[in-house]
């Protein structure tokens, strides 16, 4: 396998790689055991200096004297809350992912993930591999307190509030930070992207700190001695091959700041140019040209948005050109988050999420996007992200301060002048929506690839997949994502197909885990039919997964929305053998029943909800499974590190292929009167229309 892997490396990689692995043979006999230094040159200038002339160059809203009162005033539930995250925090209590009231010890173990209860060795970073949860826990976990964003929390309050306890919190713990991560030693130092993370929220802790008495010349020329080590290991390991996605944006968007924020530092100049070249390049390989992210999430999509969007605000304030492409393709990113956005304002879970944030100004359930769309309603004078944002919020007023604050009351908030229903073509996306009101019916079709082109790491095995809210509630979702390394039989479940609305043949998923990031084959979709009118969608597409059976399989699926009432999903499995089919439909947690006339019902409110039934020329099973453990099914991960039992839809046979499925998915108003009459159209499987709804459908 290795031998295979250097075979298909490019030069370029080979000596790439041969650097960075010699570089960490250097680090093992020269770094272990030191602690970070003064910064190398800062040109005498002084914590007073920099707390005059850098304000400058920052966040418009961490400097602006109105933030305090626009928040407090305008929104008070974040101040409020604000105060609530950093008065835990100054308790030593964080919530983190999934997690609530987490504790690390008093003083904090920086080393210890609480949930599996084990420490990371304290031996030089490339000794350890943060993927081995028997060695250091989930990383995860260890990372996403290590990435300090809370002291960000903490510097929030503290300006909002003026108490002290917020600052000293802040400076005893930098300060146990640095003696007990001495630079290249743990868990800490294994991810280039994590450092970049560390060191933004710094950069953001020094200027929401600035002026305290906590805040002393002392920690603050100390601190910037570790920003230059952050820079430095940041810069000698990029992601350029090992993950070339979020993790080198990241990456380069910490070079930035660090290169634009403290100019002083002899390699600022070096770090802001590398990381801008970095930046523009990757925006152009990441991002297809309709705007769909290239690793097919919509976790990632946005965390994507965010580094860009503190890129171009950053670039702006210190006069750094970036070309209009940037703007444009970033919008794209946008776009594609706004049609695909669920009528209830919430944005639906395509492939991994791992709950984190580039950095959380405030307090958000993984699916909502409204702090993005907010900030790029401000940014690019857009009525669409400002309608899709419900409202100002609080990242806009730090990230921008009071202009921010005026150009999103500039505008008048309005639904995307373009269709409801539509395509995204490179990264095989249909949304068929009746309308853009909160309670339009939404189905979202995946058609598209397992993962991205290089890796399909984050990429779900859910081809031809779907979604689906009716009444403006999400009722099929996607299962989630619930956790990377630490549990691998719960990892292949949430990212397999039979956590997904599809279809799956002799048990089997489309494709087989090779490790937490990896598939052991890359199954293709093909989009054949693409047609939206004023009366129906309909899309239709096919995958190639099962045909690494004995007798191969090719699953093709045709979704027809007959605007704007409902439904048709045709299911065409072609083979020639006898196989188990199973018809798989995974709901949110509300309440799902199947009656021996396969009727099923999906209550999303009082009365209303979704009817479901398939037609078949062979007999069908219908059941209902919820928390099962035996096998593992019926589960959702609302975010990393939780999970719950939510009803698993199965239809199921044993037939000879070929086989047609028909299945009606129908919202109605009234959901447990007698269901409608309805007559399938059996001998016209492959017709626009396969079912015919009578008297009684909505």
Not at 19 to 41: N, V
Not at 213 to 222: G, M, T
Not at 325 to 349: C, F, H, K, W, Y
Request: aromatic letters at 10%; a neutral charge.
């Amino acid at each position: 396998m290795k031998l295979r892997r250097l075979l298909n490396m490019t030069v370029s990689e080979v000596a790439c790689r041969g650097r960075q692995e010699t570089a960490k043979w250097w680090d093992r006999l020269e770094m272990t055991g030191r602690t970070a230094s003064a910064p190398d040159a800062i040109a005498g200038k002084s914590l007073e200096h920099c707390c005059r002339a850098a304000p400058a160059r920052f966040f418009e809203g961490v400097v602006d004297e109105a933030t305090p009162r626009h928040i407090g005033q305008r929104m008070r539930e974040s101040y409020d809350e604000t105060v609530a995250v950093a008065d835990a925090a100054c308790q030593l209590r964080f919530d983190l992912l999934g997690h609530r009231g987490l504790t690390f010890g008093d003083p904090v173990d920086w080393h210890l993930d609480p949930i599996a209860g084990r420490r990371a060795p304290c031996v030089h970073w490339s000794r350890l591999n943060p993927l081995d949860p028997a060695s250091v826990g989930d990383s995860k976990v260890i990372w996403e307190l290590n990435r300090h964003q809370w002291l960000v929390r903490l510097g929030a309050a503290y300006r909002l509030t003026g108490d002290e306890r917020y600052a000293e919190t802040f400076a005893a713990n930098v300060r146990a930070w640095m003696r007990a991560n001495p630079p290249g030693v743990g868990i800490n130092w294994t991810s280039s992207l994590e450092a970049a993370l560390r060191l933004i929220s710094w950069c953001w802790a020094l200027f929401l700190f600035r002026g305290s008495n906590a805040l002393s010349e002392e920690l603050f020329v100390e601190m910037l001695g570790s920003v230059q080590v952050h820079a430095s290991r940041v810069e000698k390991y990029l992601s350029y091959y090992f993950a070339p996605n979020t993790h080198l944006t990241g990456e380069a968007l910490g070079l930035f700041y660090a290169g634009t924020v403290f100019p002083e530092l002899r390699p600022a100049r070096r770090w802001r140019a590398l990381g801008a070249r970095i930046l523009i390049e990757q925006l152009e390989r990441q991002v297809l040209p309709d705007g769909v992210y290239f690793e097919q999430s919509t976790c990632y999509q946005r965390y994507t948005v965010e580094t860009y969007l503190h890129f171009m605000i950053l670039a702006d304030r210190n006069g750094v050109a970036i070309p209009p492409t940037v703007r444009e393709r970033v919008q794209r990113l946008v776009d594609v988050l706004v049609a695909l956005r669920n009528p209830d304002g919430s944005i639906p879970s395509i492939g991994d999420a791992d709950g984190g944030w580039l950095l959380p100004l405030a307090t958000r359930a993984p699916d909502d996007f409204r702090g993005m769309f907010s900030t790029a309603a401000a940014l690019f004078g857009r009525q669409d992200y400002a309608w899709a944002a419900r409202g100002l919020a609080p990242e806009t007023v730090w990230l921008l301060g009071a202009d921010g604050v005026k150009a999103f009351d500039g505008l008048r908030p309005a639904p995307p002048g373009a269709p409801a229903s539509r395509l995204f073509a490179d990264g095989g996306i249909v949304v068929m929506r009746s309308g853009w009101d909160e309670g339009a019916h939404q189905l979202i079709f995946d058609v598209g690839p397992l993962g991205c082109p290089f890796s399909a790491g984050h990429g779900h095995a859910d081809l031809l997949s779907i979604q689906c809210s009716v009444f403006g509630q999400p009722c099929l979702v996607d299962a989630g994502t619930y956790g990377y390394a630490a549990e691998p039989r719960w990892r292949d479940f949430f990212r397999g197909t039979t956590a997904h609305s599809t279809v799956v043949v002799d048990g089997l998923g489309q494709t087989v885990p090779a490790g937490p990031f990896q598939w052991d084959a890359r199954p293709r979709a093909r989009l054949h039919r693409w047609q939206s009118t004023e009366a129906f969608d309909c899309a239709e597409a096919s995958h190639d997964a099962y045909s690494r059976l004995a007798d191969p399989v090719v699953h093709r699926r045709r979704v027809v929305f007959v605007k704007p009432g409902y439904w048709a999903v045709v299911d065409l499995l072609d083979g020639r053998a006898e196989h188990a089919v199973e018809l798989r439909f995974q709901f949110a947690p509300i309440e799902v029943t199947v009656g021996p006339d396969l009727w099923a019902r999906a209550r999303v409110s009082e009365g209303r909800g979704l009817l479901i039934k398939p037609f078949a020329a062979v007999s069908l099973k219908g059941e209902v499974h919820e928390g099962d453990l035996a096998p593992i099914q019926g589960w959702i991960s609302p975010v990393y590190g939780r999970r719950g039992p939510a009803p698993a839809l199965i239809y199921s046979t044993v037939a000879r292929l070929p086989l047609c499925i028909m299945t009606l998915l129908l919202p109605t108003e009234r959901l447990f009167a007698a269901p409608p009459a309805v007559i399938p159209l059996l001998g016209a499987a492959t017709a626009l229309l396969g079912i015919v709804p009578f008297e009684g459908a909505e």
